[in-house]
């Protein structure tokens, strides 16, 4: 229990940390919001302090009700911590406020804010980062270990068998690698002909897969080829395993465990990008083939990591919906920042599928068994659990959504982007459609619950709704 209090006040107090910055930016350019933001990092401090003292002597087995429950108050408590900056700097009401910070810290991107103070869109870009971050510690530390939906583990123990949630260790082994990625991206962003404040954005979106940008960076995009072809690999780097990630920087590519799925979502990107790129430039416009190349691969990279963010405002008007929404449905790698139902999956229900063909045309065939990369052998319930649960969470969310949504189309298409964290896919589709946080509550209040499920793996949103029902 102690292990889970104080995760707690470490991304609290990490929370606090991170508003000094916007702080400094609102004190730079005098912009009259510094006060908001300090108190902001009082607060948090204040607070992360009282739950680190008040858990000295707390201990015995964790539970899974406790794990479940502290990760899912994570996701609700930072953005209410964030909520009072984003209403003062953006001149919010407090819903919608908090609306968008649950939308920028769990990196789906909804955003009803189209212009701002720079401090603001800092403010966002750390919160952003920060859920990136978050998603990655969690899948290693507390999904993986429990068995979710067949996510590939690697522990000795699994959560149920273990005193404390490993956070040290996988802090030690993610945070240099995501660290270290983001501020490579940074520098070549500024090498690219960036400004500092559009490349500090820029870098925290792509390596968090989050859609959170200021007007300047979207500009960046769209006029700087050279800063679309830097962020896109960065983009592609966000969708594939931490894993793999540490496997790259350490020298050990082929002993990655997720090496296959990685080089298969590679030759996926690779394959859909030309796809992309071909509906594009058949489109009456102007776009050269070179053109229609770098905005299909740039956006079949955003879509996959499930960032969303477009090369060009009219690039997903473009390109069929149902596609799109197939896409962002697949999503990237496991264990990455990517959402979606995830290539392993996808992988083991089409391997699961043709050992069944085959089992029908040979009755007596003898088939290896595999069960790596999240099993098609004895995880393979974990993967049906997941596929089933996310399939239940989408229907439940289009319903929410519909009630308020202008059209079927609506519904569909922002209950994919809330529960794949593919916030652009809905903003950026070019139809006029409201933004969510405009809905009836009812309806925003289902999209708030779809973003945090997604980065619960949709199961463990599930697992503690039953958990607590459980109990009572």
Not at 331 to 336: I, K, N, T, W, Y
Not at 422 to 442: N, Q, V
């Amino acid at each position: 229990m102690a292990s889970i209090v104080r995760l707690l006040s470490l991304v609290l107090a990490w929370t606090g940390v991170a508003a000094l910055l916007p702080a400094l930016v609102s004190t730079r350019w005098e912009e009259g919001h510094a006060a908001i933001f300090l108190a902001t990092t009082l607060g948090c401090i204040f607070f992360a302090g009282v739950m680190r003292f008040s858990s000295a002597g707390l201990g015995g087995r964790i539970r899974r009700f406790q794990v479940f429950g502290a990760l899912a108050a994570l996701w609700v408590l930072v953005p209410l911590a964030a909520t009072p900056a984003i209403a003062a700097a953006a001149k919010l009401d407090i819903g919608p406020a908090w609306f968008e910070a649950v939308s920028a810290f769990t990196t789906t991107g909804f955003t009803a804010i189209e212009t701002g103070p720079r401090s603001l869109f800092v403010w966002f870009a750390l919160l952003q980062w920060s859920g990136g971050l978050l998603t990655l510690i969690s899948g290693l530390a507390v999904l993986a270990p429990s068995g979710m939906a067949g996510l590939p583990d690697r522990a000795m123990h699994h959560l149920d068998e273990l005193d404390a949630v490993d956070t040290e260790g996988v802090l030690k082994d993610v945070v240099p690698v995501y660290a270290a990625g983001t501020f490579l991206t940074f520098v070549a962003l500024l090498f690219a002909g960036n400004a500092p404040f559009s490349s500090f954005c820029l870098a925290t979106a792509a390596i968090s897969a989050g859609a959170h940008l200021p007007p300047e960076a979207k500009v960046a995009l769209e006029t700087g080829e050279a800063t679309r072809w830097v962020v896109l690999p960065v983009l592609l780097w966000a969708a594939t395993s931490v894993r793999w990630h540490k496997a790259l920087v350490s020298r050990r590519i082929h002993a990655a465990p997720e090496q296959r799925e990685s080089l298969v979502l590679l030759g996926y990107f690779v394959g859909l990008g030309l796809v992309l790129s071909v509906i594009l430039f058949r489109l009456p416009s102007d776009l050269s083939v070179r053109e229609a190349l770098g905005q299909g691969l740039f956006a079949a990279a955003s879509l996959i990591s499930t960032s969303g963010i477009v090369p060009a405002p009219d690039t997903y008007a473009g390109l069929p919906a149902g596609l799109l929404i197939l896409v962002a449905l697949v999503g990237g790698g496991a264990l990455s920042v990517a959402g979606g139902l995830k290539i392993l999956r996808v992988r083991a229900m089409l391997a699961r599928a043709q050992g069944d063909l085959m089992r029908l045309i040979s009755p007596h065939i003898v088939l290896r068994a595999r069960t790596g990369e999240g099993g098609v052998g004895s995880a393979m319930r974990g993967v049906w659990v997941g596929t089933v649960a996310m399939m239940m969470m989408l229907g439940l969310t289009i319903v929410l959504m519909a009630m308020g949504a202008p059209s079927f189309e609506a519904a569909l298409t922002g209950s994919v982007a809330a529960l794949t964290n593919t916030g652009p896919l809905y903003d950026a589709s070019g139809a006029g459609w409201p933004a969510i946080s405009d809905l009836p509550p009812l309806s925003a209040l289902g999209a708030v619950v779809a973003m945090i499920a997604g980065r619960l793996e949709t199961v463990g949103a599930f697992v503690l709704v039953h958990l607590i029902f459980w109990r009572t």
